[in-house]
């Protein structure tokens, strides 16, 4: 198989606060992992690409100061939100592929954030 | 004009109809060619993965990638109401992780 999870799968949070959330390939290693975000009734928009001992590779437009983001091992990866703001809430969503091969990327079953 | 299109819908279909769906894409050099399924506030679920042109069926569901016309679609056979959920076409580049994504169709199959 090729199960990936997420921890939390909800969060509600003060604006200002941090929030980390963390991606897990559980069943194989995974060098990159992928973070998204979805807004309602929108397609998945990357963030970043997350490589395992290197850092981040950020789309454009996407703040690397206020979505921090660690891959700290071939199966998992954290984001953080720092500080974050109503705007920032949405659909927070990983994937990853197995590394050394072609096959695509399994996704997380996301986390939503509702920034108050 | 965006890489790839995908029309949103809603697109609603009876119970045990043909569902087709299709995206139209602007980049020759996507190879990988991807059906992902979303229910409701989950993750995206893969359904059907393909690289390069041609058909591949499994179960109810048959991809189909016209690279000619940079078209690639997704039948649905014997619809069922479980069905109903957002479908996104996604498609990669050869050596490329990174995976561009339709905006979605939401289908709906009636009961």
């Known amino acids: 198989g090729a199960v990936v999870s997420q921890h939390p799968s909800w969060v509600i949070c003060k604006s200002g606060t941090s929030v980390k959330i963390e991606c897990r390939s559980l069943d194989f290693q995974a060098t990159t992992m992928f973070w998204y975000r979805q807004f309602p009734k929108q397609s998945l928009m990357l963030m970043a690409t997350s490589n395992e001992g290197s850092k981040a590779t950020y789309e454009q437009g996407v703040e690397k100061d206020k979505f921090l983001i660690n891959h700290a091992s071939l199966t998992l990866s954290t984001l953080t939100v720092t500080s974050a703001h109503p705007e920032d809430s949405s659909f927070y969503i990983c994937?990853?592929?197995?590394?050394?091969?072609?096959?695509?990327?399994?996704f997380g079953p996301g986390t939503r954030l509702l920034v108050l | 004009q965006k890489e790839v299109e995908q029309d949103p819908g809603p697109l609603s279909v009876p119970e045990g109809a043909i569902v087709s769906l299709n995206c139209t894409y602007s980049?020759?050099?996507?190879?990988?060619f991807m059906w992902y399924r979303q229910y409701s506030r989950k993750g995206p679920e893969l359904l059907m993965y393909t690289y390069s042109s041609g058909n591949k069926e499994d179960g109810r569901f048959t991809a189909q990638v016209d690279k000619s016309s940079k078209y690639i679609s997704l039948f649905i056979r014997d619809s069922q109401p479980s069905d109903s959920a957002t479908y996104l076409c996604a498609m990669s580049g050869l050596g490329d992780d990174k995976i561009i994504f339709g905006k979605g169709t939401r289908l709906h199959i009636l009961p």
């Open positions: 980049n020759s050099a996507f190879q990988y």
């Open positions: 994937s990853a592929g197995k590394a050394g091969t072609q096959e695509t990327q399994y």
